[in-house]
Each structure stands twice: as structure tokens, then as C-alpha cells.
């Protein structure tokens, strides 16, 4: 299983960034993608998971209104729109999936199998 994420960049405080994920190299039927994000000296922050086919999603609430997550069943891709951003939003992101469920509380890292490379979203203030 690979995942690729991309999107990250240079923002300015309100603005909007859109990450992607794709994955391969697997079936993802049953499985549940989660974002995180990382910055240094701290633990990685779990953000929002969706179940790949059934659509279930859920949100932290450090970031429910602002974030929102959806999946491309047809590109294999999982997405994380991102908006009113603000400093503290500055971070590696990173996309990652747990296969064989369709359960979407899985919050820690640890529980999670396979990890895509970050992806930096920087946000001006």
C-alpha cells in the first residue's frame, strides 16, 4: 500500500488549501483514511477519518467547521478541504489509512497501518 499526499503550500491567515491523498496498491474497500498533523516537538494530531466506501466520516473538534474530509472512491484519493485557516494550522500533514474496517474512531497514530510522507502547509499571519 502507498500513499501519496500532496497539496501543502503557503497560505496567508483565512485562506483555503485543499490536501490530497492517493492511494494504491491495495484494496480499500474496507478500510478507514485518517489525516494528521504534525508539528515539531509535538505528538502527531489526529484531524478527521473517512470510511472508504460507506462514506462515514468524523471530524476532531479542534478543527470541526473549518475541515472537512471526502473521498474519490473512482481515483482512489481522499481529500481534506481546508478553510479559514489560521496560524496554529501550520503543520506536516499526513494522510494514512487502517485496513479491514469501516470504523472511523481510531484516533492515535499507533493504530493506524500504512503512512503516506507529509506534506507542509505553511499559513501567514
Known amino acids: 500500500v502507498q500513499l501519496q499526499a500532496s497539496g501543502g503550500g503557503l497560505v496567508q491567515t483565512g485562506g483555503s488549501l485543499r490536501l490530497s491523498c492517493a492511494a494504491s496498491g491495495g484494496t480499500f474497500s474496507s478500510s478507514v483514511m485518517g489525516w494528521f498533523r504534525q508539528t515539531p516537538g509535538k505528538e502527531r494530531e489526529f484531524l478527521a477519518a473517512?470510511?472508504?466506501?460507506?462514506?462515514?466520516?468524523y471530524v476532531a473538534d479542534s478543527v470541526k467547521g473549518r475541515f472537512t474530509i471526502s473521498r474519490d472512491n473512482a481515483k482512489n484519493t481522499m481529500y481534506l478541504q481546508m478553510n479559514s485557516l489560521k496560524p496554529e494550522d501550520t503543520a506536516d500533514y499526513y494522510c494514512a489509512a487502517k485496513m479491514g474496517t469501516y470504523y472511523t474512531g481510531y484516533f492515535s497514530p499507533a493504530q493506524y497501518d500504512y503512512w503516506g510522507q507529509g506534506t507542509l502547509v505553511t499559513v501567514s499571519s
Open positions: 473517512i470510511s472508504w466506501s460507506g462514506g462515514n466520516t
